[in-house]
């Protein structure tokens, strides 16, 4: 069975427009092509992977096949696709834009979900998700409050209660659509265009990590830990290491008893509907006191910072993890990074021993 991928990154941006003719920002786009060749990385032998350029994705897979020992990867670009006899399509994350996309391009609309189902992984990846999961996750040990408001009085109230407040859009990308301060008129225009905003107290972050999941047919499946780096709230990269490793990490700050007790509730009770595939759930690790910047027995867990409804960079991570280290018995240790270097974006992979 031929399976197209897609990575689509612009995918988040593409759902707060929630337009079929959606033009992604330049940043978007560049990315999409300088990267587009990532999901050669998880496709099955006889897939395909759509890409801006065939000879450009090429070149730069030829780089991590070396270090990976991965096998070729077929690449195609949009010309080729009616030509193509699919039989699945497997994007970065569903949106209305790229299946208008696809639809100009010669792909079959029987290979693409319905609008009904795109409503539904639309609404899902609205923050009031994560703001609806989050009290299930609370127990001993964790943090965390979320609140949605639809008018900007509610975010001032909440600033007064709080001190220190975070706003953000209810959809938007990576480090994007995120103010740390109450702006009445950012807030105004994101009510006005997306219908609410959601607001956090602030709280004192020591390490950024997540939880990788994919949901099937038959429930949901936990992949693994995603330990990631970020700089002014966008992502840099993610630590290469086994679960074990990882877990270790993250014993320094809290008890694993703890983070598997968070795993196990987001398995049983988080529900997505029809939708299938992979999925991420942000966290992040919190001090109870302002100026503690290292492991501490004070920690504490805030379990759902948000839910990321589509493929993320920390599959990715694990998928490389299972591709230089297949049976989990070696203690390599690196950092994946995508890099900008005044032209265009790059994926690293540095190994450490």
Known sequence: MQTLHIFNPEHDIALASNLTNFTAPHAGRQLRNDLGFLPALWAEEGDVVLVESVEGAERAYKRLRSKLGRARCLFVDKSQLPRLDLQHVSPWGWDPALCAQ??????????????????????????????HLLPLLQMEGTVGQAFECTKTEQVAALREQYGQIVVKAPWSSSGRGVRFDENAAWVAHVIAHQGSVMVEPYYNKVKDFGMEFTATRQGLRYEGLSLFQTKNGAYTGNVLATEQVKRVSISRYVSLDLLDTVRDRILSTLSLGSYQGPFGVDMMLVSSTPEATTPAASCSLHPCVEINLRRTMGHVALDIERLYNPTQDDDIRGVMRVIFNGNNYQLKIDKQT
């Open 102 to 131: 696809l639809r100009r391009w010669g792909v079959s609309s029987q290979l693409l979900p319905a609008t009904d189902h795109l409503e539904t992984v639309r609404q899902l990846s609205h923050r009031r998700t994560s703001a």
